[in-house]
């Protein structure tokens, strides 16, 4: 395996933006002074007046991406144009083409929406999508530092959510890293996370981002070292559990504001990746509170084997939502006053037959004033003094009961009430049937 980086710098993974936007783009060798340069799209409408170009909000090896307007919807969007440079690469643009058909059968709403796609008249492939206004997760990373881990959970499971409708769809996204899972706010909802760039565009020339390309004697293999599963860093076949590592990659440095390797170059990452145990939370972040199954569940899906990990983006979501549970309760008690939740006695029920059984009253009659003692347990049963003279009270001493529920026809009244009623029912069902037959004889 030959990795190919696109320069020779240790900041492959450093962002800068364009002017006047807040979408974030990498910084390549030598790349800045040219994307400052007189852009061609930018003041011209596409598509037979369809679009207008308004800026450029970012810019990479393989393109661009501009916000335009659409007048007839009276709305933007967001345009992503493949440089005509690569109009003669057949199978760029046959990926570009197929990719862009993929993305726009994904429905999810935590999937970033392609309303269009196809060629300019240049011979330019392009696509639609949906405008989004927020920032990405590198971005927040930045800027904010480390996410408190409910705020971050939330966040991957949403991404979860829409990465399992692609994954169904065979769609793998096989370039998960913070720059792709955005954040806005949508229907008034904040962390409203949009999943971005499910492959698209992402078969990169050597100048698309350094240390993110890795050729192999199988083929061409993308994507960003420090997000890649171990099987990718080797050029092995994908599938939906190669995103789930980067996932898991992504939370961790959410969590922790760090990467779970201590690496240098791009390759020292493929190389850990793929031989090496992450970094324990709690010795990357060692002042930081972690909700105690956390640890287990990204050990899970960082594991270096494909099937020791989470099978499915569903599974992997619900591990997590274990954890929401677990620190939610957790929270609640720590809130309530000690001794607000008293251990719970054991209460017999009808699922319960032999403690059931043993608190049915035993009496078949008993009268309606006796006494039992106030402390609820068994003892001495007595009557009421009489104002009336009468025969001499009979001694009931040895009488133990244990509640003083009456019974009917020796079945305790609750149940036995019930049985008649039961009983009354099913008569009046039978004598209406013959009545009806009668009628219609």
Known sequence: MQVVPACATPAFREISREPNSSVSRPRVCGILAAVRQADQYVGREILSGQFRIIERVGSGGMGAVYKAQQPSMDRFVAVKILHSKFTNRKDLVSRFSREARAMSH????????????????????????????GKNLGQIIRHEGPMEPVRAIGVLLQACAALQEAHDKGIVHRDLKPENIFLCTQGGIKDYVKVLDFGLAKVTEREMRPGSMILTQEGMVFGTPEFMSPEQAQGKILDARSDIYSLAVILYELVTGKL??????????????????????????AGRQFPPALQGVLDRAMAKRPEERFQSATDFAAALRGILSAAALQDLAQTLPAGTIPAQPHSPSATDPIAFERTTPKLD???????????????TVSKHPSTKPGPAPVDTSETVVDA?????????????????IGLGVVIGVIVAVGVTLLIMK
């Open 404 to 420: 003083p529920r009456k019974t009917l026809l020796g079945i305790s009244r609750g149940p036995g009430i019930a049985l008649l």
């Open 106 to 133: 994904l429905t999810h709403p935590n999937t970033a929406k392609v309303f269009l796609y196809g060629q300019l008249e240049d011979g330019s492939c392009y696509i639609v999508m949906e405008h989004l206004d």
């Open 260 to 285: 779970p390797f201590d690496a240098k170059t791009p390759m020292d990452y493929v190389t850990l990746h793929v031989q090496a145990t992450p970094i324990p939370l709690a010795t990357r972040a």
């Open 365 to 379: 009659s008993a009268p309606s004033d006796v006494s039992v003692p106030a402390n609820g347990q068994s003892g």
